[in-house]
């Protein structure tokens, strides 16, 4: 079978460019002017980051919610199978290790009623233990710590 030349069936064997290939600016800049736009409205100045105190004391609110909500879950489950209701105490410490979680997010955020929640938290369960007769755990301890570092930097609350 005879076959045609390339050059009348229109294949080519550089691709198909008929021209050479523009170089682009590897910069990416273009050679008409940009037009920038200016506002009048002024800019709101962006949120200054909370104090590396309002920093830890948060990391550490987180810490202790997560600890006393494991210590909840882990307790709690064996004393509903055992008795198929959840002791006071236990139910407390679960309520509170929620809201210590909260008053983390918010103490993150700069809100004073993260700070109002933390204390209010560390009384609660502060008055519970002493007045169960129970041990104070880690995660009171480290409420403590926090509820601290919380009071130094109370200006900075909003």
Request: with cysteine; charged share 15%.
């Amino acid at each position: 079978m005879a076959r045609r030349p390339l050059q009348k069936e229109g294949l080519y064997l550089d691709g198909g460019r008929r021209t050479t290939q523009l170089m682009r600016d590897s910069l990416g800049s273009s050679p008409e002017p940009e037009l920038h736009v200016t506002t009048s409205e002024p800019q709101a100045a962006p949120a200054s980051k909370p104090s590396s105190k309002l920093l830890i004391a948060s990391t550490l609110a987180w810490l202790a919610g997560l600890l006393g909500f494991l210590v909840f879950v882990a307790v709690g489950i064996p004393q509903l199978g055992l008795h198929g209701r959840l002791p006071l105490l236990i139910l407390l410490d679960g309520i509170l290790a929620i809201a210590l979680c909260v008053a983390g997010y918010l103490l993150r955020k700069r809100r004073r009623t993260g700070g109002i929640l933390a204390a209010s938290v560390f009384g609660l369960s502060g008055i519970s233990h002493l007045l169960t007769h129970t041990l104070m755990t880690v995660g009171f301890g480290i409420t403590v710590i926090a509820l601290l570092l919380v009071v130094s930097a109370w200006k900075e609350l909003e």
